[in-house]
Every structure is written in structure tokens, then in C-alpha cells.
């Protein structure tokens, strides 16, 4: 089920339907569309063999964490100003059906693959070609062109994907392509035309395979044991906290979020123990002293002292040091306070636990 945070309501918290029906705050902080765009974003799965593209293409733990609230499992609490991003991509694929794109028809289709059901909904069919919309920044469109950057990986396969289930469905496919579309005010192109070429179905039907049970796996396992997926590959704390839909539910996220809330920034004097380490650390990355082997433990034994006397950054003059991206997502065991082990005992028992210089797996 989704909640809302609402100021209007009591406790702040409001069930999503309701925030629809009757906003108790008789002028709504945000437009109905939007709101509404919440219960819209999870679907129910009472079959549980059946697996929408969206969900291959999210990890794991993102679809069988989707799965959890669609079955009312758990209640995922969010912001309803968070669907803003979604409902106006939405919307341009409206605005692009009416006024630009007519032959956009967006469909629903249904095929059997291994006994799992897998549903897909395309944008566009014509002349053979399967045809994605994907909303974003005039920058992106700007780099995509200067060849800095590339389409994203999940993109072209959601297309190869669509390829499949379409000719299962007995369509003809000569190829596929993703429409960038920037409808924000700008110098740049308002769309740029991707072509993505005809991919070994075969293959691509082995791949499909290979996600539902995977995710199925997780998700009976989630059922029986109470066991959670692996972290993701893309985890990142800040990432996660300014993307993920679902990180008010994620063990991963919410132990380590409670873990890092109370690390501060600290500036380093000279006559501190930890300050000779990160002098050689900065010198052995120098060009011209450059010494990776130096570094990383230097880097190692820094991040260890961060940890242990909860410091997100060290200022060093001029200099300042994070904790890497990859020592934020993941915790030790042995650095974790008892107290908040003891209340996420049975998320921490899943995580990948490292600390610079050594690695367990649980």
C-alpha cells in the first residue's frame, strides 16, 4: 500500500487513495495527476509467476521490494511531490500522441516464456519498427551527440525485449529505436532518434528466462525465509537516496542510512595520528609520486579511521576526503553499534560486509 507524508493529516501520513478522493488539506501541495500517479506506479501481482519488462530490467531486490507493496505487504511511505518526474514523462507521451506522434499507441502485450507470464507496454509499432519515448535533460541529448555518453543499457534492452514478446505475437520486426525527448526550453534538438539494431531473439528469450527466475527465486525465497536479494549492483547511498522509489523499504538503504546519520565532517590538525597517513596518501596520488599500491593503503587505514569515529569527511587544509562510495555501501558487523545490530539483525545477516583490508560474505 502506498502512504503518504501529508501536513495536512494527522501523523502526516495518508493513505494514497484518500489523499485522491478527498485532499484533507483542501488545497493540494500537489496537482491530482500526480498524486494519483503513486497508486498508478504499483500494480498488483497475484500471479506470482507473471513479470512486467520494467520489473527484468529493475534488480532483484527492486522487484521483489515492488512486489512487497503491491501485495500490501508492506506499506511504502513517500512524498507524493516524488511522482512529479514520473507523471510529467507521462504526460509528454501524451502530449506527443495528440500533437507530434499520432501513430503512438501505447499496448499492452501478455506472452508465455518458461511458465512465467511476461507483459510488456509498447509505445509505438510501425512499419516494423518498436519504437521507445525516453524523457530527459537537454544535456544528456547534448552529450549523447559529442559521443560522452551513451544510451543506457537497461534502455536497448527494454526495446530487445519488446522485440521478442511482439514477435511471439506473430508482429514482423526489422528493428527498434529510442526517441530522446527534452521538452524542457532549450538551444538543444527537442528529440534525437536512436536506431537500435535487430538482436539474436534467441538470446534474448535465454535472458528473460534467466530474470524471472531469478527474481521468482528471490521472491519465493523472500516468502519462506524472509530473506531479502542481494544489495544491488548499482547500490550507492546517495544514489539510492535521491533515486531509488523504493528505499523507505530497503533493509540495505535504511540499516545504512541509521548507520551514517550521525557522522560529521572533521578538520584535521597537524598533530593529529591520522594526518602523516593522509599526507603520504596525497603524495603517492600525485602524477608525479604516483604510488597505487601507497595509496590504497593509506586509503584503507583513512577510511578505517573515519568509520570507527563516525567522520563522513576529513579537511586537510585545501584537501577533502570522503568516504568512498563503495565503503558507504556496505557495513561491518564489527563497527556497527550492538544496539543497531540487534535491531536490524536479520537485514545485516544478508549484506555484504567489508572493511577495507579484509571482506566477509554473508
Known amino acids: 500500500m502506498i502512504i503518504y507524508r501529508c501536513p495536512g493529516s494527522d501523523g502526516g501520513l495518508i493513505k494514497a487513495e484518500k489523499c485522491v478522493e478527498n485532499c484533507p488539506m483542501g488545497k493540494r501541495c500537489v496537482p491530482k495527476e500526480v498524486a494519483k500517479w503513486g497508486i498508478i506506479m504499483v500494480k498488483e501481482y497475484k500471479d506470482e509467476k507473471r513479470w512486467s519488462v520494467t520489473s527484468l530490467l529493475r534488480t532483484p531486490l527492486q522487484a521483489v521490494l515492488e512486489r512487497m507493496v503491491a501485495l500490501g505487504e508492506v506499506d511504502l511511505v513517500r512524498n507524493p511531490r516524488h511522482f512529479a518526474r514520473p507523471f510529467f514523462g507521462s504526460f509528454v507521451h501524451l502530449f506527443l500522441k495528440k500533437f507530434f506522434a499520432k501513430g503512438i499507441k501505447e499496448r499492452k502485450y501478455v506472452v ?4 512465467f507470464k511476461i507483459s510488456g507496454v509498447i509505445d509505438l509499432l510501425a512499419d516494423g519498427v518498436v519504437t521507445d519515448y525516453k524523457i530527459v535533460s537537454p544535456e544528456f541529448i547534448e552529450f549523447f551527440e559529442r559521443k560522452r555518453l551513451e544510451l543506457k543499457e537497461e534502455w536497448v534492452k527494454q526495446v ?7 514477435s511471439r505475437k506473430g508482429k514482423e520486426i526489422k528493428g527498434g529505436k529510442v526517441i530522446l525527448v527534452s521538452p524542457m526550453q532549450s538551444e538543444k534538438p527537442f528529440w ?3 536506431d537500435i539494431s535487430l538482436p539474436n531473439l534467441s538470446e534474448v528469450e535465454r535472458e528473460i528466462i534467466e530474470r524471472a527466475r531469478e527474481r521468482y527465486h528471490y521472491w519465493c525465497r523472500h516468502k519462506e525465509l524472509g530473506e531479502y536479494p542481494p544489495i544491488c549492483d548499482v547500490w550507492g547511498y546517495k544514489r539510492c537516496e535521491e533515486y531509488c522509489f523504493y528505499n523507505s523499504i530497503c533493509p540495505y538503504y535504511q540499516a545504512t542510512s ?4 550521525d557522522f560529521k565532517s572533521k578538520e584535521v590538525k597537524k598533530d ?3 594526518y602523516p597517513i593522509i599526507q603520504m596518501y596525497l ?10 599500491k601507497v595509496a590504497e593503503e593509506c586509503k584503507n587505514d583513512i577510511e578505517r579511521y573515519m568509520i570507527e569515529r563516525k567522520i563522513s569527511r576529513l579537511i586537510v587544509g585545501d584537501k577533502v576526503l570522503e568516504l568512498s562510495k563503495e565503503t558507504r555501501q556496505v557495513i561491518d558487523k564489527n563497527l ?8 536490524y539483525s536479520r537485514w545485516t545477516e544478508y549484506l555484504v560486509l567489508r572493511v577495507k583490508g579484509k571482506r566477509n560474505e554473508a
Not at 508465455?112 to 511458465?115: A, R
Not at 530487445?160 to 511482439?166: C, R, S
Not at 602524477?287 to 597505487?292: A, D, L, Q, R, S
Request: charged share 35%.
Open 112 to 115: 508465455k516464456v518458461d511458465g
Open 160 to 166: 530487445w525485449f519488446y522485440m521478442y514478446i511482439l
Open 192 to 194: 534525437l532518434p536512436v
Open 258 to 261: 541509521l548507520f551514517f546519520k
Open 272 to 274: 593529529e595520528e591520522i
Open 283 to 292: 603524495e603517492a596520488k600525485e602524477k608525479v609520486k604516483k604510488n597505487e
Open 336 to 343: 556497527i553499534p550492538p544496539e543497531l545490530l540487534s535491531q
